[in-house]
């Protein structure tokens, strides 16, 4: 009797710890890679916006031939030709003082001070995926609830 009662426990505690499991445990590039490879992998070249949709419409056109090299010293220097747009980046986890609070991830944070469409930009972006090649973000937005979506690539 003992005996089929520890191994009912066993098996109910096995069963329980399995069921605490959650789908959204995968091995997803952001959720493995840190706070010093994200910022390493940023600042290794100069990177182009592929894709950029703010909450309604693609906006991707506004940053074409536009460069941007993501310093060590946190300055973000987007140049295309003669003009030269300069904001600040950084990465942080949810506990700094740089994040909104609306999530528990990693941070890409971007801001510019202008032109407008730079301003777009500016926002503490939830990292989907970093490679050596390809950084992708995206942004619920506070305001009207909005999905934002930021990709550079490598160039």
């Not at 098996?11 to 995968?26: E, R, V």
């Not at 536009?66 to 986890?93: I, M, P, Q």
């Not at 777009?120 to 937005?141: G, R």
Request: contains cysteine.
């Amino acid at each position: 009797m003992k005996i089929l009662l520890k191994a009912t426990l066993v098996i109910f505690i096995y069963t329980g710890l399995a069921m605490s499991c959650d789908k959204d445990d995968d091995n997803s590039q952001q959720q493995n890679t840190t706070i010093p490879q994200t910022i390493n992998t940023a600042q290794s070249g100069s990177w182009k916006i592929t894709y950029f949709f703010d909450s309604d419409h693609e906006e991707t056109g506004h940053f074409t031939g536009y460069v941007f090299t993501f310093n060590e010293n946190g300055s973000l220097v987007a140049v295309k030709g003669s003009t030269t747009v300069t904001g600040t980046w950084s990465v942080t986890d949810s506990n700094s003082s740089d994040d909104d609070g609306g999530s528990n991830d990693t941070d890409f944070n971007i801001f510019f001070a202008s032109p407008a469409d730079f301003e777009d930009l500016s926002d503490d972006w939830d990292i989907i995926s970093v490679s050596n090649s390809k950084i992708e973000l995206t942004d619920v937005s506070g305001g009207n609830g909005g999905t934002d979506f930021l990709t550079f690539q490598k160039i």
